[in-house]
């Protein structure tokens, strides 16, 4: 197995946004803010190449949307997919699975692109199965208010029209194993509903894919969550959850949204779980 990161672009978040009802002198120690409140965040993507099979997870925003939509998030860079892949020595048709950790549209939106004369949308993976999970599938094409700016039927509706759509299992439990894809996988219902975290064992370690349930270092402490979550007392409890699995188990956290930060570790301290190392992609991937 061989792991490469995937920048799909950087773009900036309001920082009241990603803390929720944490106070900005808090915050911004770690994340901190331009003259707009804005924070950098990351669209850190991942592919793992394991025998025939090459499994993208996530895809960030993609290009399809207006310069108005992408003007709200304030695009910096010149980081994509395209330039990623090509870089590991890959491109797009060589993918055959693209795993959502849910259908956000800075999660999925480059899953689906435009054809050359921008008439019909298409799969960016023409060859490439897509998996999402039948509940999380249903929630986001039958979205709540809180969450109908977030499921964008342009990301996610061609997917199922394409054929490739598939579902992984649900879990019995909070994580499953031995899933079709050969990672096992945590399910998180706080930020929306079956959110799916990829657990990777690779050589001798667990890498995890943290998406919205860890977006940043600076969201360790346990009361620090993002207000676009649609059940932050939950999330309280899955974060508690998994950090100390993760520290029990020495656990890397690949970290998608942390444009400063690509994997840590954490341990166990007086104040609760907090970072022990931070380590770059080449540190861990090529070891």
């Known amino acids: 197995m061989t792991l490469y990161p995937i920048q799909a ?7 009241g946004a990603m803390f929720g009802v944490v106070p900005k002198s808090l915050w ?6 331009d003259n707009n409140n804005m924070i950098d965040i990351a669209a ?13 997870i996530d895809t960030g925003m993609g290009n399809k949307q207006s310069d108005k939509f992408y003007g709200y ?7 994509s997919i395209e330039k990623s892949l090509k870089t590991a020595g890959f491109s797009k048709d060589d993918v055959t699975d693209v795993f959502m950790t849910h259908l956000h549209f800075d999660h999925c939106g480059g899953s689906i692109q435009y054809n050359k004369d921008r008439t019909l949308l298409e799969p960016a993976f023409k060859n490439a199965k897509f998996w ?13 208010r809180r969450e109908v700016a977030s499921f964008l039927k342009e990301n996610i509706l061609p997917m199922e029209d394409s054929g490739q759509l598939h579902f992984t299992k649900l ?6 194993k031995n899933s079709q894809l050969g990672f096992d996988i945590f399910f998180a219902n706080g930020h929306t509903d079956k959110q799916m975290i990829p657990m990777i ?18 969201h360790l402490p346990i009361p620090f969550v993002m207000g676009y979550d649609t059940r932050p007392l939950l999330t309280l409890d899955e974060k508690e959850k998994f950090l100390n699995l993760a520290a ?20 166990h301290t007086e104040k609760g779980v907090r970072l022990k190392d931070t380590f770059t992609c080449h540190d861990i991937f090529n070891s």
């Open 171 to 176: 879990p019995q439990e909070d994580i499953l």
């Open 44 to 56: 850190r993507c991942l592919l793992i190449e394991d025998g025939n099979r090459l499994t993208l």
């Open 132 to 144: 999402s999970n039948q509940d999380h599938w249903k929630w986001a094409t039958q979205p709540n």
């Open 201 to 218: 064992h690779y050589n001798d370690k667990t890498i995890c894919f943290m998406a919205d349930l860890l977006p940043t270092v600076g």
């Open 28 to 33: 911004s120690r770690t994340n901190p803010a």
């Open 73 to 79: 998030y304030h695009l910096y860079g010149d980081d």
């Open 9 to 15: 672009g950087h773009f900036k978040l309001d920082g």
């Open 248 to 267: 029990d188990n020495n656990y890397y956290l690949f970290l998608e949204h942390d444009a400063h930060h690509e994997i840590i570790t954490v341990q």
